[in-house]
């Protein structure tokens, strides 16, 4: 007895065990310590994490990103090159504040496009912006570059966005959102030249007749760590810093492994000082760290439906040949998911009709279905038939001959012509009884009688 007990006892404690020792759900997200933060997948644009993504913010320096994108548009269009040289007048440092980033540019000097796009990015120089906005709006023309700023914003789908400046100094009318620097940053990436300075640990701009020397390291601890230790991230690339005390520490980045590209925005992050009183922690660099391993080590490219699968079968009317046809997706689909999610726990709503008339081709749309996990929709694929079925002459005349009784012009034209014979009959035998059934009205002629003699 005291052995089953034991034996019992040693059951329920390794079930407890098992129990405990189960991973927890993939869907169960980490929290970052950030007002706002999105994790976006590069190729798929499917997000992997996000809080408060659509909530306006101060972006501060990731301003710069938007004064980015339109001199690398206006190079497109051949109105600036990369190596054109560009004046910096006194009006591109009118309202700049003293503290805020700069690279010691002064007025009077000449950079080229690209240097000046390196102090932009690299070092986050408030005043490469205003210099850089006048190159493509005309001296003294910075608010009309600012109100290209908007509009190009808008453009791309940015529906919480107002920028009031270029540098992302602080007014309380300049906002944005995660979301909308991510959209931002995604209509960036695409240029090569961009993706590579905003990923230059360091730059050198040697001193000429015209210009000082400018030595830039970047404010990015993710793939520099001249200014601070502790941050880097080999799998990093880029992208921009911000910060201002009302935004708190901000940083767009991006992380490449394998064949994956993640894109990261932490927004409104603190900057903490540790235990020993001295070390500090500046949460947008930590907490991008912590959404690139998340995105890296939880989720994975899985295939939630294959084109060869075969769903379901749908009956098959006037055919003699088949009685049902096979419905398979028309497209594999693939997904980020949770790496520990088993792909049975996937919801599948399928619309099918209850039944399909022949004849059939293969590739015939029959209807569609939807894969979802807990309401997020993974995505809709049409189904198709998977063979043809012919129909039966036969089958499909008596359907045709019971669909055109059946239709109601041609009933109310079946029941007038059954009551127009039925009066006719009626009138006709009515008419047969008054021939017939009359009596004459003279006296009756004698039997035998066969007329008068003459």
Same mark, same amino acid.
């Given at each position: ?8 006892? +040693? ?48 972006? !501060?320096? /990731? ?8 001199? +690398? ?39 080229? @496009? $690209? ?7 690299? @070092?986050?120089?408030?005043? *490469? ?75 050198? /701009? ?46 767009? &980045? ?48 899985? $295939?939630? @439906? ?9 009956? @098959?009317?006037?055919?003699?040949? *088949?009685?049902?046809?096979? !419905?398979?997706? *028309? ?8 790496? $520990? ?84 009959? +009626? ?13 004459? &009205?003279?006296? *009756? ?10």
């Amino acid at each position: 007895m005291k052995k089953r007990r034991f034996f019992a006892l +040693f059951l329920v404690l390794g079930l407890l065990v098992s129990l405990l020792s189960v991973p927890a759900s993939a869907f169960e997200e980490i929290d970052i310590d950030a007002r706002a933060a999105l994790l976006v997948e590069k190729e798929t644009g499917e997000i992997l994490y996000e809080k408060n993504a659509h909530e306006k913010n101060y972006p !501060a320096s /990731i301003t710069k990103l938007t004064v980015a994108l339109l001199v +690398f548009e206006a190079i497109d269009a051949g109105q600036l090159s990369l190596d054109q040289p560009i004046t910096a007048h006194e009006s591109a440092f009118e309202g700049l504040s003293i503290y805020g980033s700069t690279a010691g540019i002064k007025a009077g000097e000449v950079l080229t @496009v $690209e240097q000046l796009l390196q102090c932009m990015l690299i @070092v986050s120089a408030n005043e *490469a912006c205003n210099i850089l906005a006048e190159a493509v709006c005309g001296e003294g023309n910075i608010s009309q570059f600012v109100q290209r700023m908007n509009e190009r914003a808008a453009a791309l789908g940015c529906e919480n966005t107002h920028y009031v400046n270029t540098s992302g100094l602080h007014d309380p009318d300049h906002y944005t959102t995660a979301w909308d620097i991510y959209l931002i940053t995604r209509a960036l990436m695409p240029y090569e030249k961009f993706m590579e300075i905003c990923n230059s640990k360091s730059a050198e /701009i040697a001193e000429t007749d015209h210009n000082q020397r400018h030595v830039l390291h970047s404010t990015n601890r993710l793939i520099s760590n001249w200014r601070e230790l502790g941050y880097l991230y080999r799998d990093a690339q880029g992208i921009k810093t911000g910060s201002t005390e009302e935004a708190g520490h901000c940083l767009v &980045s991006s992380a490449v492994r394998g064949d994956r590209q993640l894109v990261s925005v932490v927004l409104g992050a603190e900057k903490i000082t540790l235990a020993d009183g001295k070390s500090t922690l500046t949460k947008s660099f930590s907490e991008t760290i912590r959404l690139f391993d998340y995105g890296f080590d939880c989720f994975s490219r899985r $295939e939630v @439906v294959s084109a060869d699968e075969l769903v379901r079968e749908v009956p @098959v009317a006037l055919s003699s040949e *088949a009685n049902y046809v096979v !419905a398979h997706p *028309a497209e594999s689909i693939t997904r980020m998911l949770p790496t $520990e999610l088993d792909l049975s726990e996937l919801t599948r709503d399928i619309t099918l009709p209850d039944s399909v008339d022949a004849p059939i081709a293969a590739g015939d749309e029959l209807g569609e279905m939807t894969v979802s996990y807990n309401g997020t929709v993974y995505g809709t694929v049409k189904l198709l038939a998977l063979s043809d079925v012919s129909a039966s002459w036969l089958l499909v005349a008596r359907r045709d001959v019971a669909d055109f009784f059946s239709r109601t012009v041609v009933r109310i034209v079946l029941v007038v012509l059954l009551l127009l014979i039925l009066a006719f009959l +009626f009138l006709r035998g009515n008419g047969r009884g008054r021939r017939y059934g009359k009596r004459s &009205s003279g006296r *009756a002629a004698p039997a035998g009688y066969r007329g008068r003699r003459r």
